[in-house]
């Protein structure tokens, strides 16, 4: 659900309001994992929680109605005709002009071949040079947000006192680290952003490992800084991989790095319970994965300001030039 609304988002929004509404639709998660406490500290049996927390998902079944299919995706499959439908019902909900839409898309859909762009799959990912490795790269960093979000996060619930009242705060502080979000990928673009966040996360729980066990509080408000970093890092990987994977895969690329964030955040309470081994462990893990995700967003191109991809080999010559480019300056 996560992966598809997000995917929507992306290629309905505009380049102009990309970062504002990729960053506020993470703000919704934010407020679920804070409510989890409150649920956890009524609904004891883990029977009631499991249903307390899923009946909403009921309310999703009305999306399939109230939410129409991507303009952009339905383009990129060679369904022009839908496309321009929802595209013109867009137009009509913000009261503009519907005059040249279809004349438009038309006369764009004579620059694009929809018929290869449709066949796009996930093998695609990593058929090319380029392409591949900005994937391997991208999907690390999935990782290292699955696994230092909800490690950190249940670390600092295993960091002694209420658990409740621990798991709260650290809910309540990604909050903060969200908005700050939206004005650093507006500031800094999403390549200093992402290596930013990773960096403060990874230095923040590796400060950990130097601290005392018995003095919580400070524990608590490291790994508390270390939360904030990742609540910056995970929007900003969303909007990030939206912006590199072309629009044919971009539903499947999203989908595979948020694949491999899943299997993080599956490894996250094994790690985090390593504590029982020896304390700094899980400080440890949860700060030196961080800073190897920060040095692979090294040999990712910034994606702010460019058009998205649509082809597969958009996708692959996106990030080519530029290193062209600043050779040939150089030389001149």
């Given at each position: 659900t996560?992966v598809?609304?997000?995917v929507l ?11 504002l509404f990729s960053?506020?639709y993470?703000?919704?998660f ?8 409150g649920f ?14 899923s009946?909403?998902s009921v309310?999703l079944?009305?999306y399939?109605w ?8 339905l383009?990129t499959?060679g369904n ?6 929802v ?5 009509k909900?913000?009261k ?14 004579k620059?694009?071949?929809t018929a290869v762009?449709?066949k796009g799959?996930v ?13 391997l790269y991208m999907c690390?960093?999935w990782?290292?947000?699955?696994l230092a ?10 960091s002694?006192?209420d ?12 909050l ?5 979000c939206?004005?650093?990928m507006?500031a ?10 990773n960096?403060?996360?990874?230095l923040t729980?590796?400060?950990?490992a130097f ?6 509080w ?8 270390g939360?904030v970093?990742m609540?910056i ?8 991989a939206?912006?590199?994977f ?10 595979t790095a ?16 390593m ?5 700094w ?5 949860f700060g030196l994965t961080p ?10 191109p910034e994606?702010?300001g460019?058009?998205l991809?649509?082809t ?5 010559n996106?990030?080519k030039?530029r290193?062209?480019?600043g050779v ?5």
């Open positions: 996560m598809t609304s997000f988002i992306m290629e309905i929004i505009g380049p102009k309001w990309r970062e960053v506020l993470q703000i919704p934010n407020l679920g994992h804070l409510t989890l406490a956890a500290y009524f609904l004891r049996d883990w029977h009631h929680f499991q249903f307390g927390i009946i909403f309310l079944i009305s399939y109230l939410v129409p299919e991507s303009p952009r995706y383009f499959s022009t005709e839908r496309a321009v439908e595209l013109e019902k867009a137009a909900c913000n503009l002009s519907t005059d040249n839409i279809r004349s438009e898309v038309e006369q764009f859909a620059t694009k071949n762009a449709a799959n093998f695609d990912l990593f058929r090319t040079p380029n392409l591949r490795a900005k994937t690390f960093n990782f290292v947000c699955g979000f909800f490690g950190v996060a249940q670390y600092i619930g295993h002694g006192g658990i409740f009242v621990n798991v709260a705060i650290g809910a309540a502080l990604e903060p680290g969200t908005l700050i939206i004005y650093m507006k800094y673009g999403r390549k200093k952003t992402l290596i930013t966040s960096t403060v996360t990874g729980m590796l400060a950990i601290v005392p066990q018995n003095v919580t400070l524990n608590v408000g490291l790994a508390s800084i939360l970093g609540s890092s995970f929007p900003t990987v969303y909007l990030y939206g912006e590199l072309p629009t044919v895969v971009r539903n499947v690329g999203i989908g948020s694949m491999i964030a899943r299997i993080g955040s599956m490894i996250a309470p094994f790690v985090a319970g504590g029982a081994i020896a304390y462990l899980p400080p440890v893990i800073l190897v995700g920060a040095f692979f967003v090294f040999f990712l994606t702010q460019h058009p991809p649509e597969i080999e958009d996708g692959e996106f990030g030039r290193s062209t480019d040939e300056n150089g030389r001149h």
